[in-house]
C-alpha cells in the first residue's frame, strides 16, 4: 500500500525558506488529496525585550499573520487544494510546531523550510527545523530546494 499523508501542515512565516516549503506543501497536499494546514507562531519571547508590553504591538503582529495566512491561503487555492485550515499560535515556535499544533490537529507530516543560520547561530539560538526534526512525534520534510529542486540564488 501506498504512504498518503492526510494532513500536512506546513509552518509560514513570510520568509523565502518558508515560501518554498509553501510551493512544495501545496504539491504534495494536490498528490495526497490532503487537507494543507497552514501555521504561522508568534514568538511571544520577542514581547519581552520590550519595557512595558504593549498590547498594540501584539495585534500588530496577529494582523500581520492573519495577512499572511490569508494570502498563502489564496496562493494554495488557486493551485487547486481544495481543503485548507489556517492556525496562529503564540509561544515558542520550535515547541509549537513540533508537539503542540500537530498533535491538536492529527498532523502526519510537518513541512519546514531550512534555516539559514550558521553553526555559531544553532550554537546560541538553536534552529527550529532541527529541534523539530528531533521532537515531532509524525514525519518532518525540510525543504531546501525550489520546486525543479535546485538551491534558491543569493540574493546577496
Do not use: W
Request: charged share 25%.
Amino acid at each position: 500500500m501506498e504512504q498518503q499523508y492526510n494532513k500536512i501542515m506546513v509552518a509560514v512565516d513570510g520568509s523565502d525558506e518558508a515560501e518554498l516549503a509553501f510551493k512544495k506543501a501545496v504539491n504534495v497536499a494536490k498528490r495526497n488529496q490532503a487537507e494543507l494546514l497552514l501555521a504561522h507562531v508568534i514568538d511571544t519571547r520577542a514581547f519581552q525585550t520590550v519595557s512595558s508590553f504593549d498590547n498594540v504591538l501584539a495585534e500588530q503582529a496577529t494582523d500581520m499573520a492573519k495577512q499572511t495566512l490569508a494570502d498563502y491561503e489564496a496562493d494554495a487555492k488557486r493551485a487547486g487544494v481544495e481543503n485548507i485550515s489556517k492556525v496562529i499560535e503564540y509561544g515558542a515556535p520550535k515547541v509549537m510546531i513540533a508537539n503542540q499544533i500537530p498533535e491538536s490537529n492529527q498532523i502526519d507530516l510537518i513541512m519546514l523550510g531550512a534555516t539559514g543560520l550558521n553553526a555559531v547561530e544553532r550554537l546560541f539560538i538553536g534552529s527550529v527545523s532541527e529541534y523539530v526534526i528531533r521532537n515531532a512525534d509524525c514525519d518532518v520534510l525540510i525543504v531546501r530546494t525550489d520546486l525543479d529542486n535546485h538551491l534558491p540564488e543569493d540574493k546577496d
